[in-house]
């Protein structure tokens, strides 16, 4: 089982278009798994568990960066870059590499104009 466990933990990771990527809600401890962008939202997938679904869908819509700064050491893998996020969900950090952020910070910036704005 712990082999299996092992294997999907690596084929997430090395999925195409997918990221390392550790989340944090509210006051939680940071939890890895991997992060896939389908659409206007992120998914991210732990890498403990059986389900191949998303545990979180995090909508592009309505979600603002509010601080980012790099991990403390101890707190996460060297050069990993801590992002926290105002969503209407609530608080929310995502720690990543220093490209994944890259591509992060790009994915929300390419939002459409009306995707910021509330239908009427």
Do not use: K, N
Not at 4 to 15: E, K, P, T
């Amino acid at each position: 089982m712990a082999a299996l466990l092992l294997f999907r933990g690596i084929a997430l990771a090395r999925s195409r278009g997918s990221v390392v990527c550790r989340v944090r809600l509210g006051d939680r401890a940071w939890q890895i798994g991997v992060a896939r962008y389908v659409g206007g939202e992120l998914h991210w997938i732990p890498f403990i568990g059986l389900r191949l679904r998303p545990r979180h869908a995090i909508a592009r819509r309505g979600l603002t960066v509010s601080s980012r700064r790099r991990l403390a050491s101890g707190e996460g893998p060297a050069g990993y870059w801590a992002v926290v996020c105002s969503a209407e969900r609530g608080p929310l950090s995502l720690a990543m590499s220093e490209d994944a952020l890259t591509g992060f910070l790009a994915w929300l910036e390419s939002a459409p104009p009306s995707a910021h704005l509330d239908a009427v």
